[in-house]
């Protein structure tokens, strides 16, 4: 029932930016914490940004002064601007959504995740 799509990835030079969209299909996500994970090759997946569902947000070390993550609620739809990027964010970047301390709906699941987005930085 619910879907998280996410869109905007590619190859971008050193430097540059780059912003993804997670587009989710259901208003419930409101009240979830969306976040955006990562995985590079031979790397554990690692968390990125998180934006509570009251619009608390945390980085990694590694992305803090570069990267932004936002949140639409009318448009079910969350942003991870990235700027300033380096070849070392190059990844697979993946949104992801999860309830904490909440109670939902039984049709609704506690976790849901995007298929992910290759981010590529050159040079």
């Known amino acids: 029932q619910v879907q998280l799509v996410e869109s905007g990835g590619g190859l971008v030079q050193s430097g540059g930016p780059l912003r993804l969209s997670c587009a989710g299909s259901d208003s419930i996500l409101n009240i979830y914490d969306m976040a955006w994970y990562r995985q590079a090759p031979g790397k554990q997946r690692e968390l990125v940004a998180r934006?509570?569902?009251?619009?608390?947000?945390n980085y990694a070390d590694s992305v803090k002064g570069r990267f932004t993550i936002s949140r639409d609620n009318a448009k079910n739809t969350v942003y991870l601007q990235m700027n300033s990027l380096k070849p070392e964010d190059t990844a697979v970047y993946y949104c992801k959504a999860d309830v904490v301390a909440q109670v939902i709906p039984s049709q609704y699941e506690y976790t849901y995740w995007g298929q992910g987005t290759q981010v590529t930085v050159s040079s």
């Open positions: 934006i509570t569902s009251v619009g608390n947000t």
